[in-house]
């Protein structure tokens, strides 16, 4: 009997220790609670940027053409050098044109001795006539031979006057003060037969321009949040511009905006904003392809958040995880515009006193407790 009591309290001691090896603890259940840094929403005004891509655009560039035509006898600028306008940059052969001028200067002296002498006619017969020594006829010629002479000095003199020119022409100078590239003829060549020949180019690089394309689309939604009320314009003369080279660094000068252009690309649907930026080192060439960063609108009532802050769903959505009062995790998805100073600016999906999570998230459960860190330090950007 007291060996069958002693099988049946051992069965039952098994059995309470297997049901409670079966059964965690309630420490072991609930377990720690996750340690979570916060940030609260606040809104502040925030600068709205647009980049937009494009080319960098010399403002004035001018082709140095052979407006005569003749063989060049001299190239008297170094190629890639700055020059000043009214430089001398080729010589033509001028001995062509100082003969057409050494000719039309004989051609002037001939008519001007001719009109002498039809003049002092015209004044003889102009005597005569009073005392009826000649008749009208002959008078009318001598009037007529005078107008005539007078004319064809008017006609040497321009003759000269082009001969001139011409000669002058044979020197070609720079057009524009700018940088000068390499030279598209060489000594010898003859130009300006058919038509004006073009020798260089002459570009002003300081400062210099970015041409940039923006969308209609994006002009549109600007406008429409203009009129909202829920950004405000910022006024050109204050835009902010800041040029992003093609390998990715920050120019160290800051530019302006000049202009948007008035008409639309019909292809394209874009239109063409100019800015403007300081070049003193002529570290930017015409030609190149830039991305600059425009403060096109200013939002007064802002949302932020660190970008460490959003979480993306296997679709894609933007997240945040959130704390309500009761210090539980939420999750909320939000729509996001830009990023500035490594900051998402929020565009929907957030409020003033919102709690988020900024650190931690890896350890926050939506639907659990955490427990807030509140000790101050200096947060990563």
């Known amino acids: ?7 049946k309290f051992s069965l039952i001691t098994l059995s309470l220790a297997l049901v409670a090896c079966g059964k965690p ?55 890639g050098s700055d020059v000043k306008k009214g430089e001398v940059l ?11 001028l050494d000719s039309a200067q004989a051609r002037l002296r001939k008519a001007e001795a001719n009109a002498l002498q039809a003049r002092l006619q015209a004044q003889r017969y102009s005597q005569l006539i009073e005392s009826k020594a000649i008749s009208t006829q002959e008078y009318d010629n001598a009037v007529s031979a005078d107008h005539q002479a007078s004319a064809d000095v008017t006609a040497n003199k321009a003759a000269v006057e082009r001969a001139k020119l011409d000669l002058s022409y044979a020197t070609i100078t720079a057009p524009i003060s700018g940088r000068i590239g390499r030279a598209l003829v060489t000594e010898g060549a003859l130009v300006g037969q058919s038509e004006s020949t073009p020798l260089a180019l002459i570009q002003q690089m300081d400062p210099i321009h970015a041409d940039l394309t923006q969308s209609m689309r994006e002009l549109s939604e600007l406008r429409k949040a203009f009129r909202a009320g829920q950004m405000q314009p910022v006024d050109r003369d204050q835009v902010k511009a800041t040029l992003i080279q093609d390998d990715g660094n920050l ?4 530019g302006k905006l000049l202009f948007s252009d008035i008409s639309v690309d019909p292809g394209t649907a874009q239109v063409i904003v ?42 894609g959505i933007a997240q945040v995880l959130l704390l309500d009062a009761s210090g539980r995790v939420n999750q909320r998805p939000v729509q996001l515009g830009q990023v500035l100073n490594h900051r998402w600016i929020v565009t929907g999906g957030l409020r003033p006193g919102d709690r ?19 000790t101050p330090h200096h947060l990563p950007k």
């Not at 080729?90 to 057409?100: E, L, Q, V």
């Open 1 to 7: 009997m007291a060996k069958s009591l002693l099988v």
């Open 25 to 79: 603890s309630l420490k072991e259940e609930t377990g720690p609670l996750a340690t979570v840094r916060i940030e609260t929403i606040e809104t502040q005004a925030l600068s709205i940027h647009n980049e937009l891509s494009g080319r960098i655009a010399a403002p004035c560039s001018a082709e140095v053409r052979a407006r005569v035509a003749g063989v060049v006898l001299e190239r008297t600028f170094r190629e």
């Open 90 to 100: 080729f010589r033509i052969d001028p001995a062509p044109f100082k003969a057409d």
């Open 251 to 254: 120019y160290p000068l800051p």
């Open 274 to 315: 100019r800015s403007e930026f300081p070049n003193p080192d002529l570290d930017l060439l015409p030609g190149s392809f830039v991305r600059v960063r425009l403060e096109q609108a200013l939002n007064q009532q802002g949302i932020s958040v660190p970008q460490r802050a959003i979480q993306r769903d296997s679709a």
């Open 356 to 374: 988020i999570v900024i650190e931690g998230l890896q350890h926050a459960r939506p639907g659990e407790k955490v427990l807030v860190d509140d």
